[in-house]
Each structure stands twice: as structure tokens, then as C-alpha cells.
Nanobody, 115 residues
Framework: QVQVVESGGGLVQPGGSLRLSCAAS????????IEWYRQAPGKQREWVAT???????YYDDSVKGRFTISRGNAKNTVYLQMNSLKPEDTATYFC?????????WGQGTQVTVSS
């Protein structure tokens, strides 16, 4: 059974930075498509970024140039570096792992951008 755990959320001022972590047990990250999503209160969950097994990265236009998804030195960790944060980035951030018909979600980590 794959377990996905996000961490690193918190309260940050506009313009600040946070690094989210996504750690998984029970599998090897490189075999999976890793994605970050976010959900703000009262809104639908939306896609943020993708890291493919081959290392290709993709970003939503709203975060392009500010967020970076990467694989950590630890084999089963993926990061989302978030810079130049804006109040509209406030949301719960979720990590999703998928491979064929297998999909795993974490419980999410809260990011609040406010002065």
C-alpha cells in the first residue's frame, strides 16, 4: 500500500517562499507521475505542477516562473518550491501519485499567504 504524506505548509507573507515536500512509502517515485494540486476554500481542486518519471516538468500558467517541482536526493521525496507567493496561492496543497490505474493522494498541507 502506497502512503503519500505532504508537509511544509504554513503561514507566509506575500512575496515569501515555502518548500512543500511529498514523501511516499511503499513504492519508487520514478515509476509514477507526481503532481501537485491545490484547493482553496469554496473552490474546486486545481492542478499546479507535474513531474514525470523521466524528469519532465509542467506548470499551470498561474505558477509558472514562481514554483518549481523537483525530485529530492531521498529516493521517494518530491518538492514544490514556491517563491514570490501571492494571497491567491492560499490553499490546501495535495500531492498525487499515479501510474496506470493506480492513483494515490495525500491528506494535504495548508498554505496561507497573508500579511
Amino acid at each position: 500500500q502506497v502512503q503519500v504524506v505532504e508537509s511544509g505548509g504554513g503561514l507566509v507573507q506575500p512575496g515569501g517562499s515555502l518548500r512543500l515536500s511529498c514523501a511516499a512509502s511503499g513504492s519508487i517515485f520514478t515509476l509514477y507521475l507526481i503532481e501537485w494540486y491545490r484547493q482553496a476554500p469554496g473552490k474546486q481542486r486545481e492542478w499546479v505542477a507535474t513531474l514525470s518519471g523521466s524528469g519532465s516538468t509542467y506548470y499551470d500558467d498561474s505558477v509558472k516562473g514562481r514554483f518549481t517541482i523537483s525530485r529530492g536526493n531521498a529516493k521517494n521525496t518530491v518538492y514544490l518550491q514556491m517563491n514570490s507567493l501571492k494571497p491567491e496561492d492560499t490553499a490546501t496543497y495535495f500531492c498525487k501519485m499515479s501510474r496506470s490505474s493506480s492513483v494515490y493522494w495525500g491528506q494535504g498541507t495548508q498554505v496561507t499567504v497573508s500579511s
